[in-house]
Nanobody
Framework: QVQLVESGGGLVQAGDSLRLSCEAR????????MAWFRQVRENEREFVAS????????YYADSVKGRFTISRDNTKDTVYLQMNSLKPDDTAVYYC?????????????????WGQGTQVTVSS
């Protein structure tokens, strides 16, 4: 089993930056891509970015490309999401996910483990 613990959400103003963290605990050798998704109320959970634990390869949704950066520290089993130039449309609950596919896995069904979510609110 793998547990994912997120932190770093909060309330910021448009244009500000925020960094989310996700620590993986347990059988972390079994997970390959780690990713961030976000969800607004009852809407479908949306892919944001992913990273491979092995080679650091990354993949981003078009909506965040150039503003968000995903990175990882394998010594801490932690993945980060640096969010710059935040917009009100980025307001959502952000979820960390881990799976056994590739960094191009953008569907929720491709991830086996999920964090509890952290709220990010961007005011205009």
């Amino acid at each position: 089993q793998v547990q994912l613990v997120e932190s770093g959400g909060g309330l910021v103003q448009a244009g500000d930056s925020l960094r989310l963290s996700c620590e993986a605990r347990g059988r972390t050798f079994s997970i390959y891509p780690m990713a961030w998704f976000r969800q607004v109320r009852e809407n479908e959970r949306e892919f944001v970015a992913s990273i491979m634990r092995s080679n650091g390869g990354t993949y981003y949704a078009d909506s965040v490309k150039g503003r968000f950066t995903i990175s990882r520290d394998n010594t801490k089993d932690t993945v980060y999401l640096q969010m710059n130039s935040l917009k009100p449309d980025d307001t959502a609950v952000y979820y960390c996910a881990a799976g056994s596919g590739s960094m191009y896995s953008t569907r929720t069904s491709e991830y086996n483990y999920w964090g509890q979510g952290t709220q990010v609110t961007v005011s205009s």
